[in-house]
């Protein structure tokens, strides 16, 4: 009997002995199985951090404006058929005012960042076909977080409203001058930024030295640079903000006809000059912001002086898109310039809804008034915009602007002895992404 005991107490510890064997040996299973799923899975969360992190560095946004526009007989509107003028066959004859529909920008922009440095490639997208609008690499300073480095097609950094993004600008246009001045509002350049270091005296302040071509979004096609520098400072104390500007643009315009056109007691006179010397072209700006903040909204108020120097075609005060060399569409006509615009704009209360007052001038031409003039480009022009901004949403926009222009009279010139019909009223929605 006791033999018996001993055997059954034995074979039960052997069983006992063999269940934890194959206990232990499934546990290990079942550890390097979950070690293995952990590892897998470790290296597709590295690989989707990567992704992430990569697509964090692109970017895309742009905005899209679709507009109509009302213009009376004498205006130009800027989308539609016929060059955005009247036309009796299409408007129909003895009409009073014309409209025109369409695309006025549809922008993209394509942005890579890594730590100190980005490159950017912007389009423009519309009826009217794809234009190329910018491309740049910007190099940022690591270290002081003063300097930045910017080259490619870039803004001029000439002006206050040149550098103000047209889907942030508050009436549907740049001023007059400023679009004459600076038509691709950038040009192929090079820009240095340097920038006052924050927390001391200076902050605020910002230096842009640059040079450029001078041919506007087009190819560069001589040796000669224009240089261009601008000066601001801003400032936030509580509930007001102010800036103060100051810039330059310095350069040449090719001549390709052997003689130079000046003005001289109101009438235009010329001398011979040797054929393709370079004419100057140098323009001085001054501007200034204000806004503060009050329970009524924001109130803001903003404005430029522009004078200087213009070389240009005999028929347009235009700056030229790309030298001539043909003397019959030479630059050789020098208009010495000024004009300026002011901006105010009141935010109705709490609501979306902010009033705008604009008005600009242009005098392509200082030295020749009234009856000297013989030239559509010597007129003064002027513009009273009066319109209204509503924000629907952080990224739909409703703009209406109604631009009532004026200009110089001359007995000289058909249908500038009196003031030409060409107010235009603009009604734009805008999406920014």
Known sequence: MKNKLLLVLGALSFMTMQAKAQTGDLTKDKINLLENKT?????????????????????????????????EIGAKTRTGAN????????????????TRYGLRRSRIKFQYSEKFMKIAFGLDLSEKG??????????????????????????VGFSDEVNYSSSKRESPEHS?????????????????????????PLEGLKLDLGLFSGNGIRVDDNSKMDFVARLKYEKSISNISFGLGASLYNGKVNNADSLLYTV???????????????????????????AIKTIMGSTSLRGEYLFGYQPSILGDFASPKSNSYIPASAFSYQRPFSGG?????????????????????????????????????????????I??????????????????????RTANLIDYDKDVKD???TLRLQYKF
């Open 39 to 71: 590892n897998v899975l470790n290296q597709r969360i590295d690989s989707t951090s990567w992704r992430i992190k990569t697509l964090e560095k692109f970017k895309v946004s742009g905005y899209f404006q679709a507009q109509a526009e009302v213009g």
């Open 83 to 98: 060059g955005g003028r009247y036309d009796e066959v299409i408007d129909g004859k003895d009409a009073d005012f014309f």
């Open 130 to 155: 794809v234009a190329f609008k910018e491309a740049y690499l910007q190099l940022d300073d690591p270290y002081l977080n003063m300097f930045s480095l910017k080259t490619g097609v870039i803004y």
């Open 176 to 200: 007059l001058i400023v679009n004459k001045l600076i038509p691709d509002e950038k040009d192929l350049g090079t820009q240095l930024r340097i920038t006052a270091p924050k927390n001391t």
């Open 264 to 290: 001289k007691n109101g009438a235009w006179t010329s001398e011979e000059v040797t054929k393709n010397q370079m004419n100057k072209r140098q323009y001085f700006g001054f501007d200034a912001q204000f």
């Open 341 to 385: 615009y002011v901006y105010f704009l009141q935010d109705i209360y709490k609501t979306p809804l902010t009033f705008v007052v604009k008005y600009s001038y242009l005098d392509p031409n200082t030295q020749m008034k009234g009856d000297e003039i013989s030239n559509k480009a010597d007129v003064t022009m002027s513009t009273l915009g």
């Open 387 to 408: 319109g209204g901004l509503w924000q629907i949403n952080s990224a739909l926009r409703l703009m209406a602007f109604y631009d009532i222009n004026n200009n110089e």
């Open 423 to 425: 107010n235009v009223f």
